[in-house]
């Protein structure tokens, strides 16, 4: 499989690729992929995640078997005061002004009067996003919670009993990785590089 020449291949790192058969384009979110799969004309058509990507052109894939934009997972930050907890909250929402995400996110603020230490934040977010997610608070510098736990289990903290939310926010997505709508992803598949990241 060849793929099309990236311009800035690191920025495509956690996008997608998808192979036609008779070409291949690079450059998808999840949530296109999941079009063109459930389309009669391409659903026989291989996608891949992009796993890993460089600057200097190496780029490695992975195949996927399936794809389910609907699955969220979440990741809690505890600590022990509401204060401390509050700052994490401003601190995060502060970030993602100055440099967006890359998925949509939740962000909520409350307390779990069954933790050890019962304040908390909670960051929730598509589990397909997970790595591009996780770059992205490396990036800013995020570092709340005295105490971190991530997966599945925590994409809806707030409906288990002894929860309570203060406060939320959803913050929108940087709008390079916005996903076009159905009949837009369908009449560019000629396109071999779907959309062009570029440094801001």
């Known amino acids: 499989m060849n793929l099309p020449s990236l311009k ?26 999941a079009v063109l799969l459930g389309s009669p004309e ?7 995640k992009i796993h890993h990507a460089t600057a200097q052109g190496e780029i490695s894939l992975r195949g996927l078997s399936r794809l389910d934009v ?4 979440g990741m809690v930050f505890y600590r022990a005061s509401s204060d401390a907890a509050r700052v994490d909250f401003e601190a995060l929402k502060q970030s993602a002004r100055v440099s967006a ?5 939740h962000w909520r603020l409350g307390c779990d009067s069954q933790a050890e230490m019962p304040e908390c934040t909670v960051l929730s977010y598509p589990a397909e996003a997970s790595d591009r997610v996780g770059r992205w608070l490396e990036a800013i510098g995020f570092g709340g919670g005295d105490q971190v736990e991530a997966g599945a289990d925590f994409a809806d903290f707030f409906a288990k ?5 203060h ?23 000629h396109k071999p590089v779907q959309r062009e990241l570029t440094y801001p």
Not at 161 to 165: D, H, K, L, Q, S
Not at 168 to 183: G, K, M, Q
Request: proline fraction near 10%; hydrophobic fraction near 40%.
């Open 42 to 48: 391409y659903m026989d058509g291989r996608a891949y």
């Open 70 to 73: 609907n699955v969220w997972e």
């Open 167 to 189: 406060d939320h926010l959803a913050i929108a997505p940087d709008p390079r990785y916005h996903s076009r709508p159905p009949a837009e992803v369908l009449a560019s598949v």
């Open 101 to 105: 995400p890359p998925a949509v996110l």
């Open 8 to 33: 800035h291949p690191e920025l495509y790192q956690g996008l997608y690729v998808f192979d036609f058969g008779g070409h291949v384009a690079a450059g998808y979110t999840a949530e296109e992929i």
């Open 161 to 165: 009993a002894g929860t309570i939310e």
